[in-house]
C-alpha cells in the first residue's frame, strides 16, 4: 500500500467507495416484481424499497455534509459506508415489509456519506490541477456501481433461487471493496476544522431558498429526476407483467441504457460553452418528452431506444443545472449544493405518490401520461426561470 502515491489512493479509495454505494441503493431496481410477489403488496408498496432509500439519501446528505466540516471526511466516510453495508447484511432475511422499508430509509441516510463528501475530500487532499480528472473518474464509478448491481442483481436472483441470494451476493462483494477502501484510503493532511454551527446552515438554506431562479431549478432537478427514476421503477413492474413476462435477469439488461447518459454527461460541458447551461437544460429536458412519446407505442423496440433517449436526456439536464447551481450563487455554495441534492433525491422518493394513481388506473400509459405533466412543469420552471432573470435585468437598470 505504501507504494502508491497518497493521491492514488484517495482516488481509487473514493471510486470503490462510490461503486459500494450505488451497487446497495440500486440492486433492488429490477426486482421490484420480485418483491411485489414476494410480499404480496401493492405496486406503490413495491416501489417504496426504491424510495426509501432515496428520501434517506437526500436527508443524509445535509446532515452529513455538514458534520464532516467539524470532525473530518474520512471517519465519516468510513463509518457510514460501513453502517450502510450492515444494513446490506441484515436485508435478506428480513420478513416484515414496514422493518425492510425502514432499514431501506436507513440505508440510504448512511450511504450518503459517499456523495455528501467524496468532492470535497478530494478537492483539499487532491491539486486542483488533477481534481477535475478525479471528479471524472467519481461520476463513471457512480455509473459502474449503478448499472453493475442491477444487473448483478437480476441475473442473480434469477439464477441463485430469489432475491435474498441476490442481496447476500451483492452485500458479500461490495462488502470485500469496503475493505479495500478501508485499507487504501489515507489520513486528511489539509483538512481544517471549522465549528458546526447549525443556525448558520439554517440561515444559509433559507437565503437560497429565498431566491426564486434556484427555487425554480431546485424543483426542476426534482421533477427531472422523479420522472426519470419512477418511470423505470414501473417499467420494471410493467416488463414483469403480461404481455412480456420478462424474467429478472432479461429486465436488468435495460439499465444498460444508462450508458447514454454517461456519454451525455461528458458533452454538456462542450454545449455550454456555445449555447448556455440553460439552454442544455431545456435541451434535456425536450429530449426526455420526446423519449417519453416514443416509449407510448409499448413495444420492446421503442422502449429500449426511448430509455436510452431519455437516458440521455437526462444526464444532460441534470449536467447543465448543478453546473448552474454553482455558478448563480456567490456564498454558501454547499449549501446550494446540499440543497440541489435533497431536492433531487426527494423527487425521486416521492415521485412514486403521483405516478401511482395513473398507473392504476391506465397502467403504463398513465404512468408515461403522469411523466409528460410532470416534464411539461419543468419546462414551465424554465421559461419562469428565464422570465426571472430578464425582470431582474430591468429592475436593475431602472435602479441605477
Known amino acids: 500500500m505504501k507504494t502508491i502515491p497518497s493521491y492514488s489512493r484517495f482516488v481509487i479509495s473514493i471510486c470503490l467507495c462510490s461503486i459500494v454505494t450505488f451497487s446497495n441503493i440500486y440492486w433492488l431496481q429490477p426486482l421490484l416484481p420480485v418483491l411485489q410477489k414476494e410480499f404480496q403488496i401493492t405496486s406503490l408498496s413495491a416501489n417504496l424499497a426504491m424510495s426509501a432509500p432515496l428520501l434517506g439519501m437526500g436527508l443524509g446528505l445535509l446532515i452529513f455534509a455538514s458534520w464532516s466540516d467539524s470532525i473530518g471526511r474520512c471517519k465519516i466516510l468510513l463509518g457510514g459506508t460501513a453502517a450502510g453495508l450492515l444494513v446490506s447484511l441484515v436485508l435478506p432475511f428480513v420478513e416484515n415489509y414496514s422493518f425492510f422499508l425502514s432499514l431501506r430509509f436507513l440505508q440510504g441516510m448512511f450511504l450518503a456519506v459517499c456523495p455528501a463528501l467524496a468532492v470535497p475530500l478530494?478537492?483539499?487532499?487532491?491539486?486542483?490541477?488533477?481534481?477535475?480528472?478525479?471528479?471524472?473518474?467519481?461520476?463513471?464509478?457512480?455509473?459502474?456501481?449503478?448499472?453493475?448491481?442491477?444487473?448483478?442483481?437480476?441475473?442473480?436472483?434469477?439464477?441463485?433461487?430469489?432475491?435474498?441470494?441476490?442481496?447476500?451476493?451483492?452485500?458479500?462483494?461490495?462488502?470485500?471493496?469496503?475493505?479495500?477502501?478501508?485499507?487504501?484510503?489515507?489520513?486528511?493532511?489539509?483538512?481544517?476544522?471549522?465549528?458546526?454551527?447549525?443556525?448558520?446552515?439554517?440561515?444559509?438554506?433559507?437565503?437560497?431558498?429565498?431566491?426564486?431562479?434556484?427555487?425554480?431549478?431546485?424543483?426542476?432537478?426534482?421533477?427531472?429526476?422523479?420522472?426519470?427514476?419512477?418511470?423505470?421503477?414501473?417499467?420494471?413492474?410493467?416488463l414483469g407483467d403480461y404481455p412480456y413476462n420478462l424474467p429478472s435477469d432479461i429486465r436488468s439488461l435495460m439499465f444498460l441504457t444508462l450508458l447514454?447518459?454517461?456519454?451525455?454527461?461528458?458533452?454538456?460541458?462542450?454545449?455550454?460553452?456555445?449555447h448556455s447551461q440553460i439552454a442544455g437544460v431545456i435541451l434535456g429536458i425536450s429530449m426526455m418528452l420526446i423519449a417519453n412519446f416514443m416509449m407510448s407505442w409499448a413495444n420492446i423496440y421503442t422502449m429500449i431506444l426511448g430509455m436510452v433517449l431519455i437516458s440521455i436526456g437526462f444526464f444532460f439536464c441534470h449536467a447543465q443545472a448543478s453546473t448552474l447551481i454553482g455558478r448563480s450563487v456567490t456564498k454558501a455554495k454547499g449549501s446550494a449544493q446540499a440543497l440541489y441534492s435533497l431536492f433531487y433525491y426527494s423527487g425521486a422518493s416521492l415521485g412514486v405518490f403521483f405516478l401511482e394513481p395513473f398507473y392504476l388506473r391506465w397502467g403504463w400509459h398513465g404512468v408515461l401520461g403522469a411523466t409528460r405533466i410532470a416534464l411539461a412543469l419543468c419546462i414551465l420552471f424554465v421559461v419562469l426561470y428565464q422570465w426571472v432573470a430578464v425582470y431582474q435585468k430591468k429592475h436593475s437598470h431602472v435602479m441605477s
Open 260 to 274: 447514454g447518459g454517461t456519454t451525455s454527461s461528458s458533452l454538456a460541458g462542450k454545449f455550454a460553452k456555445k
Open 122 to 238: 478530494l478537492g483539499e487532499e487532491l491539486r486542483k490541477s488533477w481534481l477535475p480528472g478525479a471528479v471524472g473518474f467519481y461520476v463513471a464509478s457512480n455509473t459502474i456501481g449503478g448499472i453493475s448491481s442491477r444487473l448483478m442483481g437480476g441475473v442473480s436472483a434469477e439464477h441463485l433461487g430469489g432475491w435474498q441470494n441476490a442481496g447476500i451476493l451483492i452485500a458479500l462483494i461490495t462488502t470485500i471493496l469496503f475493505v479495500g477502501v478501508y485499507y487504501l484510503l489515507p489520513k486528511q493532511k489539509h483538512f481544517k476544522p471549522a465549528p458546526l454551527k447549525v443556525t448558520a446552515c439554517l440561515k444559509a438554506y433559507g437565503y437560497h431558498l429565498k431566491k426564486p431562479q434556484l427555487l425554480l431549478l431546485y424543483l426542476l432537478i426534482g421533477l427531472a429526476f422523479g420522472t426519470f427514476v419512477n418511470l423505470s421503477n414501473y417499467l420494471m413492474i410493467v
